[in-house]
Protein backbone atom coordinates (compact mmCIF):
# COMPACT_ATOMS: atom_id res chain seq x y z
CA UNK A 1 0.00 0.00 0.00
CA UNK A 2 1.04 3.32 -0.99
CA UNK A 3 1.09 5.55 2.12
CA UNK A 4 1.90 8.49 0.72
CA UNK A 5 -1.55 8.84 -1.39
CA UNK A 6 -3.58 8.36 1.95
CA UNK A 7 -4.56 10.86 4.71
CA UNK A 8 -1.97 11.25 7.59
CA UNK A 9 -5.33 9.86 9.56
CA UNK A 10 -6.29 7.20 7.61
CA UNK A 11 -2.69 5.82 6.93
CA UNK A 12 -1.51 5.70 10.60
CA UNK A 13 -4.97 3.86 11.48
CA UNK A 14 -4.47 1.56 8.48
CA UNK A 15 -0.66 0.48 9.53
CA UNK A 16 -1.70 0.56 12.68
CA UNK A 17 -4.41 -1.90 12.61
CA UNK A 18 -2.35 -3.77 9.46
CA UNK A 19 0.12 -5.29 12.17
CA UNK A 20 -2.06 -5.66 15.20
CA UNK A 21 0.99 -4.33 17.65
CA UNK A 22 2.76 -1.70 18.27
CA UNK A 23 4.53 0.14 15.59
CA UNK A 24 7.42 3.34 15.14
CA UNK A 25 7.89 5.32 12.33
CA UNK A 26 11.13 6.99 12.48
CA UNK A 27 10.29 8.74 9.62
CA UNK A 28 7.38 9.99 7.54
CA UNK A 29 6.45 10.32 3.97
CA UNK A 30 6.71 14.05 3.38
CA UNK A 31 2.77 13.90 2.14
CA UNK A 32 1.68 12.98 5.63
CA UNK A 33 3.38 16.18 7.16
CA UNK A 34 2.22 19.59 8.20
CA UNK A 35 4.43 22.38 6.42
CA UNK A 36 6.36 23.30 9.96
CA UNK A 37 8.24 19.58 9.76
CA UNK A 38 11.55 19.87 8.41
CA UNK A 39 12.10 17.62 5.27
CA UNK A 40 15.11 15.01 5.42
CA UNK A 41 18.79 16.44 4.09
CA UNK A 42 19.51 13.02 2.58
CA UNK A 43 16.44 12.07 1.14
CA UNK A 44 13.67 14.65 0.25
CA UNK A 45 10.39 12.49 0.29
CA UNK A 46 10.63 12.05 3.74
CA UNK A 47 10.70 14.08 6.67
CA UNK A 48 12.31 13.85 10.10
CA UNK A 49 9.79 12.81 12.58
CA UNK A 50 8.79 9.83 14.33
CA UNK A 51 5.64 8.59 15.36
CA UNK A 52 4.13 5.86 17.54
CA UNK A 53 1.15 3.91 15.88
CA UNK A 54 -0.70 2.04 18.02
CA UNK A 55 -3.59 -0.72 17.48
CA UNK A 56 -7.16 0.39 17.34
CA UNK A 57 -6.03 4.01 18.54
CA UNK A 58 -3.84 4.78 15.46
CA UNK A 59 -0.93 8.05 15.94
CA UNK A 60 -0.59 8.49 19.89
CA UNK A 61 2.72 10.17 19.79
CA UNK A 62 4.90 11.97 17.70
CA UNK A 63 7.62 14.03 17.24
CA UNK A 64 9.96 15.97 14.53
CA UNK A 65 12.34 18.29 13.42
CA UNK A 66 10.62 21.66 12.60
CA UNK A 67 11.28 23.92 9.60
CA UNK A 68 13.33 26.78 10.65
CA UNK A 69 14.26 27.75 6.84
CA UNK A 70 11.80 30.91 6.17
CA UNK A 71 11.54 30.39 2.68
CA UNK A 72 11.60 26.88 2.95
CA UNK A 73 8.61 27.44 5.21
CA UNK A 74 6.49 29.67 2.60
CA UNK A 75 7.21 27.70 -0.18
CA UNK A 76 5.75 24.53 1.38
CA UNK A 77 3.01 26.97 3.09
CA UNK A 78 1.83 28.41 -0.78
CA UNK A 79 3.00 24.34 -2.48
CA UNK A 80 0.95 22.35 0.69
CA UNK A 81 -1.93 19.83 -0.81
CA UNK A 82 -3.82 21.07 2.39
CA UNK A 83 -3.77 24.61 1.77
CA UNK A 84 -7.10 24.44 -0.51
CA UNK A 85 -8.86 22.94 2.21
CA UNK A 86 -8.34 24.53 4.79
CA UNK A 87 -9.10 27.68 2.97
CA UNK A 88 -12.24 26.49 1.87
CA UNK A 89 -12.75 25.75 6.03
CA UNK A 90 -12.18 29.89 6.09
CA UNK A 91 -8.60 30.05 7.00
CA UNK A 92 -6.54 32.77 5.69
CA UNK A 93 -3.32 32.75 4.74
CA UNK A 94 -2.72 35.73 6.45
CA UNK A 95 -3.19 33.90 9.66
CA UNK A 96 0.15 32.26 9.33
CA UNK A 97 2.41 35.34 8.42
CA UNK A 98 3.35 36.24 12.09
CA UNK A 99 5.01 32.71 12.02
CA UNK A 100 6.60 33.10 8.24
CA UNK A 101 7.41 36.65 9.39
CA UNK A 102 9.46 35.19 12.28
CA UNK A 103 11.47 32.97 10.37
CA UNK A 104 12.29 35.03 7.59
CA UNK A 105 13.50 38.20 10.14
CA UNK A 106 15.30 36.31 12.97
CA UNK A 107 18.15 33.50 13.36
CA UNK A 108 16.31 30.59 13.93
CA UNK A 109 17.93 26.84 14.86
CA UNK A 110 16.81 23.73 14.45
CA UNK A 111 14.55 22.87 17.37
CA UNK A 112 11.98 19.80 17.98
CA UNK A 113 8.79 19.46 18.79
CA UNK A 114 6.58 16.49 20.34
CA UNK A 115 3.33 15.71 21.88
CA UNK A 116 1.26 12.88 23.61
CA UNK A 117 -2.60 11.72 22.63
CA UNK A 118 -3.62 10.66 25.69
CA UNK A 119 -6.76 9.98 25.07
CA UNK A 120 -5.15 8.11 22.17
CA UNK A 121 -3.07 6.55 24.52
CA UNK A 122 -6.23 5.85 26.69
CA UNK A 123 -7.95 4.00 23.82
CA UNK A 124 -5.15 1.58 23.20
CA UNK A 125 -4.75 1.11 27.33
CA UNK A 126 -8.14 0.33 27.59
CA UNK A 127 -8.92 -1.58 24.62
CA UNK A 128 -11.61 0.75 22.95
CA UNK A 129 -12.57 0.33 19.43
CA UNK A 130 -14.28 3.97 19.69
CA UNK A 131 -12.42 6.63 20.19
CA UNK A 132 -15.11 8.92 21.96
CA UNK A 133 -15.76 6.30 24.41
CA UNK A 134 -12.22 7.40 25.93
CA UNK A 135 -12.18 11.22 25.77
CA UNK A 136 -12.61 13.20 29.33
CA UNK A 137 -15.18 15.78 27.27
CA UNK A 138 -17.38 15.32 25.22
CA UNK A 139 -18.42 17.16 22.13
Known amino acids: MDFNTLSPTVAAATLASATAS ?4 STD ?3 MAVINVRNNDDDPRVVNS ?3 LLPLSGKSTGSAEREFDGAKLHH ?5 SMLAGLIRQGMKIEYSEW ?3 FHEQ ?3 KLHLGAGVGMARVAQFILGQTEYPRVRALPD
Open 106 to 108: HDV
Open 22 to 25: NCNL
Open 50 to 52: SDL
Open 99 to 101: YLN
Open 29 to 31: PKR
Open 76 to 80: KLETN
